[in-house]
């Protein structure tokens, strides 16, 4: 038996060491001081720099049309439309010039759009599934409908953004050209992720019922418990940044994007983890989305469908089930190596993704381009578009633009490409559409 | 401060500096070291050569090895402490020494990455603090487990983990303390008898609680839950005489919450604390088993990195269990509803006055929704039978509607 005596003879201080101590105390401090002066140089950390127009904006949607790069064809004809998640910012696929997918799209010859849904405020609390599927999605496709001609466009879903625009391509299939979701959960009967797990289990009508629009920070609490010890390595590695500039640059923007987390209206994320998380309805087909129910037969599109392959947020279980539940018979599916954030800012991913997603495009592009042509060549008729007072959903909306326009064809028509008239609201926002973002 | 300083010229004085300084501040006279606490700016660059003059003497170094356990682990938090009034503090409330310097100078991200950093770099310190004792433990008894098991149980590897997760129990609970205690007497003036009492009660019952946070923080927790109790059963006698029943009704709520709260925290910290300590113990075994294992641990960046990866392992394992994710679930549970107590509190304490409380303004905002939902509605039924009649737009819209689901 060990007594106490034993115990104080042997040393228990910091100080038994001091060589040691001052060693790691030394380098310690200086390191902070370092980032200290380090950040004290950090002016800005800019974003989403990718040059583009809001074309159209709802409330605080905003719907950014991005520029064609100089020099580059335009590839594919057929619009695509990025649709992101809610519950982090966009500009993750802009998040600096040589991590963009969006310039990889660009680059491709693409012609890309993208949703910004802006930050909830306390106004969003009864703002459902279906006002963001039916309304807002809805809202964007018919703008880039009736400007462009085209009566099908492409929608790529970033994550729950795959989800939403999922239940779009299943509501609305025929405004959907093709559909790729990328790192996107469909099956969430799977508990691989811990989100999954904990999501299961998650009283969420008390959350909801509590906070009305469930604040940001609320949020991340969960996301950063999902790897708590990782954050510790992650930051003392970023210790050493402070005298590379370009790496510090990098680490922040990405840590910008980590905390610039929207607040989620309450409704909506009731039914996102009541009726996907807890209890699937997407996969058994009962989601109700208003009148309507989304089941994943009415996916007749073609499907290119991504997935990380070490994803940790959105494993592949949540993922790849879908090709399997799409009625397509145009059905691909792409794994990317990577996690799920590596698959849009990785090396890799940088290298691999859009040139696979574009060349995917390019072969499913002729229908959507002869229908556009054929559009074109039809006098507009439509007496109905002038009546809109806010843009409409679904096929219902008329496909001719009320003045025929030359269809983009190049990267010069595509930059000076006007935005046809629109009507209603859209008319007055057409002014700030052009704004310069 | 320079602020175009080359990072790496900055770097490498520092850490000069800084080893130098340390080495000099551990040759000091004891005395010397006590007067140590005027000037520190000798953590300064142009304090630094005042080191010596400060510090002097050659002695430290026995007077050290002189001390008790205890006596050394207080002035090594001391020397932490110290540098956490000085330096430290400014740098750690968000750049307090950007004071001076235009609002957007620096940006928010990298004001709070800092922080960030900041926090990460106390906790490996805390843990170097933790480790070297248990390091030397380990070389000079690595069969006394009774010993290592008391160094995995202290209270400084508790410390270790209540920095890498973050937490602020004692100082969490100590604000519940105050605002209760700030509630109640607001309460006051709606509730006079009842308040008064209450609020003497909570102020007298302050201190004791503060006392306890800061000499027995596993306890403290319990004894506030309970005080909370003792007063919302108070609350709830007094409501029959309340002027405004309801309000009572809610205050005594409020205190119940606070105690559900404070009982779901501490159970889930509990959990994370065995798992951490739980995980120590058996990558300390690992390594006793391992030929080479206190030799690996002789770096304790190798360490450091050993320690992240098994207790990342242990705690993914642990978040998938039924009984971490009840305690997790009651936590965000008793937090929400903690929250909606209050919220409908200050919308009691509002009615009187002419101003819009929040559900009324989420009734407006419920109408608006539904309002523009069934306008959305009549749009596309609207539109659906004004294109029906025209030639190609119909045609298209036939064939559209052909694909679209029957129940869309």
């Known amino acids: ?437 | 401060m320079a602020h175009n300083t080359n990072s790496a010229d900055f770097y490498e004085e520092w850490r000069a500096n800084q080893i130098e300084f340390l080495h000099s501040w551990l040759n000091t006279e004891p005395a010397a070291a006590t007067s140590r606490q005027e000037p520190l700016s000798v953590f300064t660059p142009s304090g630094y050569s005042n080191a010596r003059d400060v510090t002097g003497g050659s002695s430290h170094m026995q007077h050290m090895q002189n001390a008790t356990p205890m006596n050394q682990l207080l002035i090594l938090y001391n020397v932490w402490k110290t540098m956490g009034q000085s330096w430290m503090s400014p740098l750690s409330t968000p750049f307090g020494a950007f004071s001076a310097e235009p609002p957007q100078h620096t940006p928010k991200i990298a004001q709070d990455t800092f922080n960030n950093l900041f926090s990460v770099s106390r906790t490996y310190i805390s843990l170097l603090d933790f480790w070297l004792p248990l390091y030397k433990t380990l070389k000079v008894q690595p069969n006394n487990r009774e010993l290592l098991q008391s160094l995995i149980s202290s209270e400084r590897y508790r410390a270790v983990l209540e920095q890498a997760f973050e937490f602020l129990s004692p100082a969490v609970l100590e604000q519940f303390i105050t605002h209760t205690k700030n509630f109640v007497v607001a309460l006051g003036g709606a509730t006079p008898q009842a308040a008064e009492r209450l609020a003497m009660l909570l102020t007298a019952s302050t201190e004791a609680v503060k006392a306890a946070l800061a000499s027995a923080p596993d306890h403290a927790p319990a004894l506030y839950s309970s005080l909370m109790v003792n007063f919302a059963q108070q609350l709830g006698e007094s409501t029959a005489q309340s002027q405004k029943p309801q309000l009572v009704e809610a205050a005594r709520q409020l205190l119940q919450k606070v105690s559900d709260y404070a009982s779901a925290f501490v159970q889930y910290q509990q959990l994370l604390y065995n798992t951490g300590q739980h995980t120590l113990a058996k990558l300390l075994h690992d390594m006793l088993e391992s030929p080479t294992a206190l030799q690996e641990l002789e770096s304790y960046e190798a360490f450091f990195k050993q320690w992240v990866a098994a207790n990342e392992q242990a705690y993914q394992t642990l978040f998938r269990t039924d009984e971490f994710i009840a305690a997790q679930n009651t936590l965000s549970v008793s937090t929400v509803q903690l929250y909606a107590v209050f919220q409908r509190l200050m919308e009691l304490f509002l009615e009187d006055y002419p101003v819009v409380v929040r559900s009324q303004m989420d009734a407006l905002y419920k109408a608006v929704g539904e309002l523009k939902r069934d306008l959305r509605e009549y749009e596309r039924e609207h539109t659906a039978a004004a294109i029906l009649p025209t030639g190609r737009a119909a045609s298209n819209k036939k064939s559209a509607r052909a694909k679209t689901p029957k129940n869309a």
């Open chain 1, 1 to 437: 038996m060990k007594t106490h005596q034993s115990s104080n003879a042997l040393p228990t201080s910091i100080f038994d060491n001091p060589d040691l101590a001052v060693e790691h105390i030394a380098t310690m401090t200086a390191k902070l001081f370092g980032s200290y002066a380090a950040m004290q140089s950090v002016h800005d950390v800019e974003v989403g720099t990718a040059p583009k127009d809001v074309v159209y904006e709802d409330g605080k949607l905003k719907l950014y049309h991005f520029r064609p790069q100089p020099g580059v064809r335009q590839s594919v004809q057929t619009p695509v439309l990025v649709v992101y998640a809610l519950v982090n910012r966009p500009y993750m696929l802009d998040l600096q010039p040589d991590r963009s997918m969006i310039r990889n799209f660009l680059a491709q010859g693409l012609d890309v759009y993208m949703i910004d849904w802006g930050y909830s405020t306390k106004a969003d609390r009864f703002t459902t599934l279906d006002d963001y599927v039916s309304g807002y999605i809805g809202g964007c496709v018919r703008h880039i409908q009736r400007t462009t001609g085209f009566d099908k466009i492409s929608l790529v879903g970033i994550c729950q953004g795959g989800t939403l625009s999922t239940i779009y391509s299943t509501l609305y299939p025929e405004d959907v050209n093709a559909l790729i979701p990328i790192a996107t959960p469909i099956d969430f009967s799977t508990n691989e992720g811990l989100l999954f797990h904990w999501a299961k289990s998650l009283d969420v009508d008390a959350i909801v019922d509590a906070f009305g629009v469930v604040p940001d920070t609320f949020l991340n609490a969960g996301f950063l418990m999902v790897k708590p010890f990782a954050r510790l390595e992650k930051y003392a590695a970023a210790l050493d940044l402070h005298d590379e500039s370009e790496k510090l640059h990098n680490f922040l923007r990405m840590e910008q994007w980590i905390f610039d987390s929207p607040a989620q209206a309450g409704e909506c994320l009731r039914q996102f983890v009541k009726d996907l998380y807890q209890e699937n309805r997407l996969v058994k087909g009962t989601l109700q989305l208003g009148k309507r129910t989304a089941t994943l037969k009415n996916l007749t599109m073609p499907l290119l469908n991504v997935y990380a392959s070490n994803d940790h947020i959105v494993p592949p279980s949540a993922t790849v089930p879908l090709n399997e539940y799409a009625a397509s018979d145009d059905k691909t599916l792409l794994e990317i190596s990577g996690g799920h954030i590596g698959i849009f800012v990785g090396a890799k991913a940088q290298r691999e993704l859009a040139p696979k997603i574009a060349e995917w495009l390019k072969h499913r592009d002729g229908a959507a381009k002869a229908r556009q042509q054929a559009r074109l060549r039809t006098p507009a008729k439509s007496s109905s578009d002038h009546n809109h007072q806010t843009p409409s959903p679904s096929a219902a909306a008329p496909k001719t633009p009320k003045t025929p326009k030359t269809p983009k064809t190049t990267p010069s028509n595509s930059q000076t490409l006007p935005h046809a008239p629109v009507s209603g609201r859209s008319s007055s926002t057409s002014k700030r559409a052009r704004a310069r973002v």
